[in-house]
């Protein structure tokens, strides 16, 4: 097995919403904000070479939706899903499975894109994989959460018969290194692949753990659906780390890729960060 980042891009989000009921006079520490509020993220994505099978792990926003909506987000950067498959040796043909870890628009605006006036999926090749239990939220949504969960980046997918679903049961195997985790309090259902990789054990955080800087408990995201159960299953998964000794793999921190966690008197705090590709 070998894995590769796969960088798409930064955007950018108000950082209260960031950090919820955190004081920005805490928060801002790690991640400064510009003069409109706004901190910059990362949409940092996860290939995954297991035998003959190329899983990339979520596809960041995209480059489908128009003008007015990408003004909102402020993108930046030169990387690209196209240009970061490219360098390290392959491109969207050569995906044979899209693993969306949850349907909101940074994580799967990718997965879709537009071709002759059409919406296509972008991995024509590529089985794409979510549950059957988030796939129902999300295109059913909530009014609180319908804007992140954008009708052209999901319906397509499976109008193409390209859609498979996972068990929503926690621990399902998904390949024989890699098994499926499930966290529930940002939206329902979100899965976060757990990789057997040289001896260690991976957990890609999609947004259980955005950042470094959310690593203390009360630094949940007011963007998350049920705060209470999301600090539940961070303590969950925060001992769970500590214990086993984790490398966690971050979605969305501007600069760090992968940290692991440990415990001191004061608590379970960041114990090293460092590149997928130094492991």
Same mark, same amino acid.
């Given at each position: 097995?070998?894995? /590769?980042?796969?960088?798409?891009?930064?955007?950018?989000?108000?950082?209260?919403?960031?950090?919820?009921?955190?004081?920005?006079? &805490?928060?801002?520490?790690?991640?400064?904000?510009?003069?409109?509020?706004?901190?910059?993220?990362?949409?940092?994505?996860? &290939?995954?070479?297991?035998?003959?099978?190329?899983?990339?792990?979520?596809?960041?926003?995209? %480059?489908?939706?128009?003008?007015?909506?990408?003004?909102?987000?402020?993108?930046?950067?030169?990387?690209?899903?196209?240009?970061?498959?490219?360098?390290?040796?392959?491109?969207?043909?050569?995906?044979?499975?899209?693993?969306?870890?949850?349907?909101?628009?940074?994580?799967?605006?990718?997965?879709?894109?537009?071709?002759?006036?059409?919406?296509?999926?972008?991995?024509?090749?590529?089985?794409?994989?979510?549950?059957?239990?988030?796939?129902?939220?999300?295109?059913?949504?909530?009014?609180?959460?319908?804007?992140?969960?954008?009708?052209? %980046?999901?319906?397509?997918?499976?109008?193409?018969?390209? &859609?498979?679903?996972?068990?929503?049961?926690?621990?399902?195997?998904?390949?024989?290194?890699?098994?499926?985790?499930?966290?529930?309090?940002?939206?329902?259902?979100?899965?976060?692949?757990?990789?057997?990789?040289?001896?260690?054990?991976?957990?890609?955080?999609?947004?259980?753990?955005?950042?470094?800087? /959310?690593?203390? &408990?009360?630094?949940?995201?007011?963007?998350?659906?049920?705060?209470?159960?999301?600090?539940?299953?961070?303590? /969950?998964?925060?001992?769970?780390?500590?214990? %086993?000794?984790?490398?966690?793999?971050?979605? /969305?921190?501007?600069?760090?890729?992968?940290?692991?966690?440990?415990?001191?008197?004061?608590?379970?705090?960041?114990?090293?960060?460092?590149?997928?590709?130094?492991?």
């Amino acid at each position: 097995m070998k894995l /590769h980042t796969i960088d798409t891009g930064f955007f950018k989000l108000d950082g209260g919403a960031m950090f919820g009921v955190v004081p920005k006079s &805490l928060w801002q520490k790690t991640n400064p904000a510009d003069d409109k509020n706004l901190c910059t993220w990362a949409m940092r994505c996860l &290939l995954v070479e297991d035998g003959d099978r190329l899983i990339l792990i979520d596809t960041g926003i995209g %480059n489908k939706q128009d003008e007015k909506f990408f003004s909102h987000y402020y993108l930046h950067g030169t990387d690209t899903i196209d240009s970061s498959l490219a360098a390290k040796g392959f491109n969207r043909n050569d995906i044979t499975d899209v693993f969306l870890t949850h349907l909101h628009f940074d994580h799967v605006g990718g997965a879709v894109e537009h071709i002759n006036g059409n919406l296509t999926p972008a991995f024509k090749n590529a089985t794409y994989w979510s549950n059957a239990q988030h796939w129902e939220w999300a295109v059913n949504p909530n009014d609180r959460e319908k804007a992140s969960f954008l009708k052209e %980046n999901i319906l397509p997918i499976q109008e193409s018969g390209q &859609l498979k679903f996972i068990e929503a049961q926690d621990g399902v195997t998904f390949t024989n290194d890699v098994k499926i985790r499930f966290a529930y309090g940002h939206t329902d259902a979100m899965m976060l692949p757990q990789i057997s990789y040289k001896g260690k054990q991976i957990l890609y955080m999609a947004d259980l753990l955005p950042s470094v800087g /959310h690593i203390p &408990l009360p630094y949940v995201m007011a963007y998350d659906m049920f705060p209470m159960k999301t600090l539940d299953e961070r303590k /969950h998964y925060w001992k769970e780390a500590v214990d %086993n000794e984790y490398i966690l793999y971050l979605e /969305h921190d501007p600069v760090i890729e992968c940290c692991t966690l440990q415990q001191t008197e004061k608590g379970i705090k960041l114990k090293d960060t460092f590149m997928l590709k130094d492991l």
